[in-house]
């Protein structure tokens, strides 16, 4: 018997939406079930007098590949940004990612011979060694004095554990720039859509049949029933149950503050990286577009271990967490009518840029033009 739709998208993030609007161009029936009440998934924007609030986190949308930046662009004008944040440690500002002006604060250096040679001496302890954990490796890359105020204090409250009980590949580089260049991507092309994400969201999923507020797993055999393929971008394990065991996740709690003041921190995200401070981080939602309103909106970002009820963010990406995930992936190879994509579908964190890239190449399959 004919299924009502070709693709049942469980989800209406980026993965999903792309997906969809490829698919329904090509004249496929499709259906996209939202669990919340509003669709785009952690890009979600929320227009607040004048700024867009990115309700989930800051994102900034970035790539080197121009014809993934036209593509986002052509369906809501991106408006150019260099993102840069700043530290804050005890009061002591600091630019991120670590270059000259962040030198010259902490060891007064004022040329890149002088940074250099301060950044070689402050390696110089720990080269030998092969790095055990995350706090080996930060001090291998960038020395004690970088290590304690800018990485470790932030990184411990990202992960909720100590530096050394951290595998060490979370941490494979750090960059540094003898260079006063204080953009934080070395992408060519970095932006945010004018008018929020949300738009962007809304014009990927133009022409396509939406439900939200729908939770698949609740009648996972009725929606199987409806659809000849299912496209999954929820937590992989919760797809099986959980049957072989639960993957785990870091979490994030937002604190939104609208504030009756038009600047109050004069950058869009500041990072905490005292371990004393309970966030990790503030944005100010109006510096990334640089809106006009006589008032702002921050929000406070605390990580926290997920659990049932919480929203997964990133997935722990260790050996532990790496080998039950392969599990799932064997026991995914056992029903070829579902495609498992996005982070969550993956457990992989991936930039914007990559997850456009990853439906674009899953509609090319589907369809047979990857041949």
């Not at 090509?26 to 007098?49: A, C, H, S």
């Amino acid at each position: 018997m004919e299924k009502t739709y070709d693709y049942i998208i469980v989800g209406s993030g980026l993965f999903g939406s792309v997906f969809a609007r490829e698919m329904r161009r090509r004249g496929k029936r499709l259906l996209v079930l939202e669990r919340r009440e509003e669709i785009g998934g952690n890009i979600y924007t929320e227009r607040v007098e004048g700024i867009d609030v990115h309700r989930y986190g800051p994102h900034i949308f970035h790539t080197n590949q121009r014809e993934i930046w036209d593509y986002v662009d052509r369906l809501t004008p991106l408006c150019p940004v260099q993102f840069s944040p700043v530290a804050n440690f005890h009061g002591e500002i600091y630019s991120l990612p670590f270059n000259m002006y962040t030198f010259h604060r902490l060891w007064g250096v004022r040329t890149p011979e002088e940074a250099a040679s301060k950044l070689a001496a402050e390696r110089a302890a720990y080269a030998d060694i092969e790095p055990r954990n995350l706090e080996e490796q930060a001090l291998k890359l960038v020395g004690r004095d970088i290590y304690e105020k800018l990485v470790k204090g932030y990184t411990e409250k990202q992960w909720g554990r100590p530096a050394t009980a951290l595998p060490a590949f979370i941490i494979r580089r750090l960059p540094v720039r003898l260079t006063y260049n204080y953009s934080y991507f070395d992408d060519r092309f970095q932006g945010i859509p004018e008018d929020g994400y949300t738009k962007l969201a809304e014009a990927l999923l133009y022409g396509v049949e939406v439900k939200t507020g729908v939770d698949f797993l609740a009648d996972v055999a009725h929606w199987k029933a409806e659809a000849a393929k299912i496209v999954f971008t929820g937590r992989v394990d919760s797809y099986f149950g959980e049957r072989l065991g639960t993957l785990e996740y870091r979490s994030l709690r937002f604190a939104e503050e609208r504030l009756d003041t038009a600047n109050y921190q004069g950058t869009a995200v500041m990072n905490y990286t005292a371990a004393e401070v309970p966030y990790t981080r503030i944005t100010e939602h109006k510096h990334f577009v640089k809106a006009k309103s006589p008032v702002t909106v921050i929000s406070r970002e605390f990580p926290q271990i997920w659990r049932e009820g919480l929203e997964p963010y990133y997935p722990v990406n260790d050996e532990k967490n790496d080998r039950l995930y392969q599990q799932y992936r064997e026991a995914a190879k056992e029903e070829p009518e579902v495609i498992f994509g996005g982070r969550l579908g993956t457990y992989t964190y991936y930039n914007m840029d990559q997850v456009v890239e990853q439906a674009l190449a899953m509609v090319a399959q589907e369809t047979g033009e990857a041949e």
